[in-house]
């Protein structure tokens, strides 16, 4: 069976641009969470998503956005990206809430120029 | 606000030696702890999962305790092999409207030959 799997692996874009990056869960998992992790600091929160709804949100700015689809997968959206938002982004699905073991995809390595 | 601290930041040990991470949190209402692993520019693995109602779990050479009272989990690795070496990180999740992981930073181990 399949693990988490996010696209694009890596990325190089400019600032002041956007960005998507996709998330493809586990199959039969129902949430989906996104995490930001900064060279040398653990991953920090950024959004959960069960059911399509959003279920939580962390202490990002605005320009950080996320939707998931009816088959499970997500998308997340930063608009404006600044030099700050380099990071590898990782993407987790669970089974149910997310109280369950959380199963983390490969990332997408995103470096803002 | 919820805060995870782990021991040491780094460390080197000869291969066999038995070895413990140490992990501590701030607040004790926490519905699990998580383990992870994380090699270079990759993303998590998950090594195990502790319920809140749990004292310990084990997965072959590695054993994880945790006590919600004193806001302490321990990851013991029995037999170190060089292929450990790696980043570990310890994530609680502490449930409320979302079932978010709060990381610790890591600890690099490195297994010399």
């Known amino acids: 069976d399949a693990g988490v799997t996010q696209s694009p692996t890596h990325l190089i874009k400019t600032r002041g641009q956007h960005v998507t990056l996709r998330c493809s869960p586990i199959?039969?998992?129902?949430?989906v969470s996104w995490y930001q992790q900064v060279l040398g600091q653990g991953p920090q929160f950024i959004f959960q998503?069960?059911?399509?709804?959003?279920?939580g949100r962390g202490n990002f700015p605005d320009r950080f956005s996320a939707r998931q689809f009816p088959n499970y997968s997500s998308e997340l959206n930063v608009n404006a990206l600044l030099l700050g938002d380099s990071a590898l982004y990782l993407c987790?699905?669970?089974?149910?809430?997310?109280?369950?073991?959380?199963?983390f995809g490969p990332g997408t390595r995103l470096l803002v120029l | 606000k919820q805060e995870v601290t782990q021991i040491p930041a780094a460390l080197s040990v000869p291969e066999g030696e038995n070895l413990v991470l140490n992990c501590s949190f701030t607040?004790?209402?926490?519905?699990?702890l998580q383990w992870f692993r994380q090699d270079p520019g990759k993303g998590l693995t998950s090594l195990l999962l502790?319920?809140?109602?749990?004292r310990e779990q084990t997965s072959g050479r590695l054993n994880a305790s945790l006590d919600k009272s004193s806001g302490r989990s321990t990851l013991y690795i029995a037999a170190s092999q060089p292929g450990d070496s790696a980043t570990y990180l310890c994530?609680?999740?502490?449930?409320?409207?979302?079932?978010?992981?709060?990381f610790g930073k890591g600890t690099l181990l490195t297994v010399n030959p």
């Open positions: 987790a699905s669970s089974i149910g809430t997310g109280v369950e073991t959380q199963y």
């Open positions: 199959s039969g998992h129902k949430s």
């Open positions: 998503y069960y059911e399509k709804e959003e279920r």
């Open positions: 607040d004790s209402a926490i519905y699990n």
């Open positions: 994530a609680v999740n502490s449930g409320g409207s979302n079932y978010k992981l709060t």
């Open positions: 502790i319920q809140s109602s749990q």
